[in-house]
């Protein structure tokens, strides 16, 4: 349970506003389809890099202050919209969204960053890194979810990551996540 003031943290990609919107417009167009308990505010969406959870004033600013030497010598990079999943229980999955083609620049970003919050002190998550946009949370259909409906998100949509950002959590806003520092890439 998060207590009251105090905010958990994650470092992520910033979408461009137009990918968001695209993904509001599929998120439209298919809602009905897809009957997700909760779907995401698209000015929430983004890919994490690193959840750090609740994080020490003192922490924090260390990780401030060093992400601007690390990430501005790393070069934009383009990502292209791939595909729709799932994770948790085929027939009732807990995350609904989408995510990129395989790219070398996104990996190298995100071990870069990890691996500076892990020098910092955070104790971070050891699964392997699934970039991902979350579109919703909880399935809650009447049926079992049907993996066959799982398709390419179309338009193949490219776009430039430019920035990282560090998103502070706010549970009673809508949207949620608020930028507390944004890091550009060279």
């Known amino acids: 349970m998060v207590q009251v003031g105090k905010h958990h943290y994650f470092v992520a990609v910033k979408l461009p506003a137009e990918v968001k919107a695209f993904l509001q417009n599929w998120v439209k167009d298919h809602q009905e389809e897809f009957p997700f308990g909760r779907w995401v505010h698209p000015e929430d969406f983004h890919i994490t890099l690193a959840f750090l959870g ?5 922490m924090k600013q260390k990780l401030v202050r060093s992400l601007p030497g690390i990430l501005g010598q790393e070069p934009t990079f383009t990502l292209k919209l791939n ?9 009732k999955p807990r995350i609904f969204w989408a995510d990129t083609e395989h790219s070398d620049d996104l990996n190298r970003i995100q071990q870069k960053v990890y691996r500076q919050c892990i020098d910092i002190g955070f104790e971070l998550d050891k699964k392997p890194f699934r970039p991902h946009i979350t579109l919703a949370r909880k399935w809650n259909g009447d049926q079992d979810f049907n993996p066959e409906k799982l398709t390419e998100i179309g338009g193949q949509l490219a776009f430039t990551v430019n920035e990282v950002v560090l998103y502070e959590t ?7 996540y608020v930028e507390y520092a944004v890091f550009p890439l060279r």
């Open 54 to 58: 609740f994080a020490e004033e003192e």
């Open 83 to 91: 595909k729709i999943g799932t994770f948790g229980a085929v027939k």
């Open 170 to 176: 706010h549970l009673d806003q809508t949207p949620k």
